[in-house]
């Protein structure tokens, strides 16, 4: 006779199989508790791997033991001291199988626990990262130069290696404007790589001394801080462009085992073609003014750029440079004659630009942005920025681009597509959050947008701008109390006349709210007509609407990028004015969305 079928049975009377069941749910539910709240207080990953590895090495032993032993009512004994009839194995079952039930019941909960409530909390820079290696952001390398005006040369060789980085296919390399926000920060590795949602941090310092430069340099891994890698070089000046070759070389060769492939897409470096290190000295000055973003500074970028184009000629990246400061002044600084002069000379170097690059995605980005709404030629400015993402699919700026231009042309699936896609590429740079908002309301996905526009005043809480759309969204939605309280939390400086003239259409005094108009429009009408057709529309003034948006029009706001999908507009799609306006300025008739 088999002995199998005895052994089943003893298995059985020994609750064997219930212990199983019991210790695998269990086990379910600490691996899936570890998994799910770990991350919530940075406990590195590692810890996540020794509890699944000890819960698999335990079952054996937790089996063994269920076969040895037994729970009487005077504790844990052998099995082989109990007399069978004194055996109380049939209530232990009853008790384990309650148990059971209890841990499922719970690993239940966990389930929706993580479906419905967790996962609201994970920003999305940490949702982007959830399971992705391949991943990295560049911090600004430190001056230890011990010269404050050297911090332009820090700051150039940093974002050198973020677009040396970003031509690896299959790698996500976060954006200058998110990764710099971490200069001199405190915090450490596994915090910021949540917030910049990668799994890899390239920093380090640089120090340049007459004609020698020395790095060192360090790829942290985020989810427990141990460097990957690190190196230091002294190496003459010279050789700087030898110098960022090997260190990238370095950081994609310890990255190896987590890329896809190797660099596939068009070289977007910031090198002179002609290898002028004094050429790609005046160049990385004018970034560094560039940067600033003042009319003060503005155009002591346009001399270093014109500088760095003098030294080289063939210089492709520093006409496009130079075509961006001539635009910036001639739509934030300049008026009549001089702003047309500007945008001249801006149309001028950009068109140098292309001819000497006709793969340089930065230029074909600008060429789309500049066809868009200083054109109109909504078709050439897509054709331009999808090229600007085939050159370079790790840019935000070009994501960015291509899914403002399929906003403003309706198509505002595919334009939150890739808007998504710019914010995961730069998390931290806020202009994005602003058009998700508004193509995100095209779409009727109002909860979403609310999110992207608050994510943006969080980033940066002196931004007038977003908190006018916010109390604009909050004013459409019938929530007047909320826009009242946005303008009154808006800081001080143009904006917040914007919004207070927003909100104040809001109450019952009719009087207050054309008084607060009038002086919006006395002070702001050159900048602010596209909004001031907005105020219009919500206070169902239809000629004064149409007036607005035809300045806006002849200003080339930026706003108008927003039309087809505007909530504030909603009355006056079917209107006929509003289809000739549209057809004027080259978008396709508007749809009587419910949205």
């Known amino acids: 006779m088999s002995t199998t079928p005895s052994f089943v049975a003893e298995l059985q009377r020994r609750n064997v199989h219930r212990a199983a069941v019991f210790y695998a749910g269990l086990a379910w539910l600490l691996v899936q508790v570890a998994t799910q709240v770990f991350p919530f207080f940075h406990i590195a990953e590692f810890v996540v791997r020794l509890i699944v590895i000890a819960v698999l090495v335990g079952f054996p032993f937790a089996m063994l033991f269920s076969w040895f032993y037994e729970w009487t009512p005077h504790g844990i004994k052998r099995e082989s001291e109990i007399v069978h009839s004194e055996s109380i194995t049939q209530q232990t079952g009853k008790k384990l199988d309650k148990a059971i039930i209890a841990i499922l019941t719970l690993a239940v909960l966990v389930l929706l626990l993580n479906q419905f409530v967790l996962h609201r909390f994970i920003s999305p820079s940490a949702a982007s990262a959830d399971g992705n290696d391949k991943s990295i952001a560049v911090l600004p390398l430190a001056n230890e130069s011990g010269d404050k005006d050297q911090q332009y040369f820090s700051d150039g060789l940093s974002e050198d290696l973020i677009n040396a980085l970003s031509q690896s296919s299959g790698l996500k390399v976060i954006a200058r404007g998110s990764s710099f926000r971490f200069r001199d920060s405190q915090e450490d590795a596994t915090a910021i790589g949540s917030k ?248 009727g996905h109002d909860a979403e947008a609310e999110q992207a526009v608050r994510k943006g005043i969080e980033l940066q809480p002196s931004n007038g701008l977003l908190r006018y759309y916010l109390a604009l969204q909050q004013f459409v939605e019938g929530d007047r109390t909320g826009a009242r309280a946005t303008a009154e939390q808006t800081p001080p400086g143009n904006w917040r006349e914007l919004v207070l003239a927003l909100a104040s259409q809001a109450g019952n005094e009719r009087a207050v709210a054309d008084t607060a108009l009038q002086k919006l429009i006395d002070k702001e009408a050159g900048f602010s007509a596209f909004q001031i057709a907005e105020i219009y529309a919500l206070r169902q003034q239809p000629d004064p609407m149409f007036q607005w948006l035809d300045r806006a029009r002849e200003n080339r706001d930026p706003g108008l990028e927003f039309l087809l999908g505007d909530r504030a507009f909603k009355a006056y799609r079917v209107d006929p004015r509003f289809v000739a306006f549209c057809k004027l300025v080259n978008l396709p008739p508007p749809a009587a969305r419910n949205t």
Do not use: C
């Not at 002591?300 to 014109?306: D, G, L, N, V």
């Not at 000629?313 to 130079?322: D, F, H, R, S, V």
């Open 196 to 443: 910049l949602g990668v799994a890899h941090l390239l920093e380090g310092s640089v120090r340049r001394f007459g004609e020698q430069v020395r790095i060192s340099a360090e790829l942290v891994d985020v989810t427990d801080g141990h460097a990957l890698w690190s190196q230091h070089y002294d190496r003459p000046y010279a050789d700087l462009f030898k110098l960022e070759d090997d260190i990238t070389a370095a950081v994609v060769g310890a990255l190896r085992a987590h890329l896809a492939g190797t660099i596939s897409v068009a070289d977007q470096s910031e090198r002179p073609p002609g290898g002028s290190l004094e050429a790609y000295n005046a160049y990385q000055q004018g970034k560094f003014y560039s940067e600033r973003f003042t009319e003060e500074d503005t155009p002591r970028a346009i001399s270093w750029f014109e500088k760095a184009i003098q030294l080289d000629p063939q210089y492709a990246l520093a006409y496009n440079e130079l075509a961006y400061g001539w635009f910036t002044s001639a739509v934030n600084y300049l008026d009549g004659a001089k702003a047309a002069e500007a945008m001249t000379k801006g149309r001028a170097a950009l068109d140098r630009a292309l001819q000497l690059r006709p793969d340089l995605a930065a230029a074909h980005a600008q060429q789309g942005n500049l066809l868009a709404i200083e054109d109109f030629d909504w078709t050439g400015a897509e054709a331009e920025a999808r090229r600007a993402v085939q050159l370079a699919p790790n840019n935000s700026a070009a994501r960015r681009s291509l899914g403002i231009v399929l906003g403003a042309t309706g198509r505002f699936d595919e334009s939150v597509q890739n808007l998504l896609l710019a914010r995961d590429a730069d998390p931290l740079e806020t202009v994005t959050y602003l058009w998700l908002q508004g193509f995100q309301l095209a779409r």
